[in-house]
């Protein structure tokens, strides 16, 4: 089941409209903590509309935590330099960095040079679990979305003169940096497929092109790993890593009125376009 959130409710998605839910006023959101969503399946349609005429939502608006997984995909591996982790890398990032498909993000005021895309698969948790065995983790998965983890590369590589250290969870964690959507997939039919194609597009033209079969840890693996360090409370999003054609690798970084979209197949595509940074005002221009 495809489920999207919008500013009208909760929508079914069904031959590439959506079909706006009876859902008495509750959110995608509060189904997922829940764990209700198998209940979204037998609710009734009040209305259908076309992608165009929604305003959505992220399906979880604001995540107790987001993980980032590193180096999951032995292109991106390549690219950077690095060898093959021996062990999931991970970092974390609040829930405050999450902005819904369609809206603007701007570049961060000490920051705003080597801004990159990262087109994601991103898992989110149904069900609260520490130490998850490898064999049962799809049990605590509610279904997964598209995401984009934006980075601010050189304050990730330790470049940027505003903060004397390198801070991979400091670079990805910026208001809006963490871009998901359009829809949610369910668990159900997740698990159907080996491997589902994902490519990033920056004003049209692709970037990066790549299949989640093509991920180094499974997500499985991820997430037994990682409730192995720490409890992953039902909500919160795991970033399963990015493939190969990153900006990085080139120089070619963001920049005000690009327009970034990530294709998840068989989930949809996340569009969100980028816009300079606000300024603000200082003390005594206010006076």
């Not at 304050?155 to 208001?175: H, R, T, V, Y």
Request: aromatic share 4%; charged share 20%; with cysteine.
């Amino acid at each position: 089941m495809l489920l999207a959130q919008t500013s009208d409710g909760i929508a079914r998605v069904v031959r590439g409209e959506l079909h706006l839910l009876d859902d008495a006023g509750r959110t995608l959101e509060d189904f997922i903590l829940g764990g209700r969503l198998a209940e979204l399946g037998g609710a009734k349609t009040r209305k259908e509309i076309a992608w165009d005429q929604a305003t959505l939502a992220s399906p979880v608006r604001r995540p107790g935590k987001i993980v980032i997984i590193g180096l999951n995909y032995r292109d991106h591996a390549a690219e950077t330099g690095n060898p093959l982790p021996s062990f999931p890398r991970f970092h974390l990032i609040p829930g405050s960095a999450v902005a819904a498909g369609g809206s603007v993000v701007r570049l961060p005021r000490i920051a705003p040079d080597k801004v990159d895309y990262e087109g994601e698969l991103a898992v989110v948790i149904g069900r609260t679990g520490r130490d998850i065995p490898e064999k049962s983790a799809w049990d605590f998965v509610a279904g997964a979305t598209v995401a984009d983890d934006l980075s601010a590369r050189d304050i990730q590589a330790g470049e940027n003169p505003a903060l004397p250290m390198a801070s991979p969870a400091l670079a990805k964690g910026f208001d809006g940096f963490k871009p998901l959507g359009p829809a949610l997939l369910t668990t159900d039919e997740l698990r159907q497929h080996d491997g589902l194609g994902i490519t990033t597009e920056v004003n049209g033209v692709v970037r990066q092109r790549s299949s989640t079969a093509e991920l180094v840890f499974s997500i499985p693996q991820l997430l037994a790993c990682v409730s192995s360090f720490l409890t992953l409370e039902a909500g919160d999003v795991v970033l399963t890593g990015t493939p190969g054609g990153t900006g990085m690798a080139e120089g070619r970084f963001l920049r005000a009125g690009d327009v970034v979209a990530v294709t998840v197949e068989n989930i949809g595509t996340l569009t969100n376009t980028i816009a300079a940074t606000e300024h603000t005002q200082t003390r005594e221009a206010a006076q």
